[in-house]
């Protein structure tokens, strides 16, 4: 058995590679990127155009930005009141003894996650395609002679288009947290509850549902920071248009910052999802322990 003596220097040197990597490829830059968003600069060369927060002032007067951080909240909220229940449901049922075909059910659910977001994407960009898509498919068999509407080529349908695709793409995973949750849940407390007479849907409300509490934190956390640092799959399915109809504040980075080299502005912009990513996780670890303190 260790001494208490030699426990520090062996907790310093296992947690030192874990340090160093996270310094360098987190906290450096971050630090770095708060820099460079004080500057306007082209990537090439010194840093020598110091602009302040003109960076910031012109970010969030840009209606394009406003669309994009729109948007952003939007996924944000579906995925709130949609994907999460959605898992939460299918969850309940997998976790049902009764439900004979759960490890299948779970399997094929969670294949879509196992994908990448690219391939994602390009999958519901042939899905959605009007010419030979499967909505092509749908409109012959049963609309015949309706024109085939190009769901990602229309301003007011993309953004509705692309959730769906998000919602397919991640359900699977939250649903995966939230089986994960409902298996640590002891068997002897429900069993109890049904012995007093309680109804399974009491049971699910007012036993299941208050212990995963702490799991459906977690699965919120994953589907609020997910959707602001959504990208991916955007890009892979129009790259954000038509005219900044799926715009979303990565996307707004990428073309306004990488591709137009103006490394400064773009500094901006990650520096803007940095902090509300912060608020949110400030809130969130609130929330979370809250009331274990007292």
Known sequence: MLKKSNKIPLLIFLLAPAVVLFTFFVIIPVFKAAYFSLFKWNGLGPCVDFRGLKNFKVLFHDNIFQKALGHNIIITVISLIVEIPLALYCALIICNKKFKLAVLFRTIFFLPYVLSEVISGILWEFIYNPQYGFVKEFYTKFLPGRTV???????????????????????????????????????EVKEAATIDGASEHQITRHIVLP????????????????????????????????????????????????????????????????????????????????????
């Open 149 to 187: 509407p190009a769901l990602l080529g229309n301003p007011s349908t993309v953004l509705g288009a692309i959730l769906v695709a998000v919602i397919w793409k991640y359900f699977g995973f939250h649903m995966s947290i939230l089986i994960a949750g409902l298996q640590d849940i002891p068997d």
């Open 211 to 294: 212990l995963l509490r702490p799991t459906l934190f977690i699965s919120i956390f994953f589907s609020v920071v997910g959707s602001f640092q959504l990208f991916d799959i955007i890009w892979a399915m129009g790259k954000g248009d038509p005219v900044n109809s799926a715009e979303t504040m990565v996307t707004y980075l990428y073309k306004f910052g990488l591709q137009r080299f103006n490394i400064g502005y773009g500094s901006a912009v990650a520096v803007t999802i940095f902090l509300l990513c912060l608020v949110f996780s400030i809130f969130y670890n609130r929330q979370m322990f809250k009331g274990e303190g007292k």
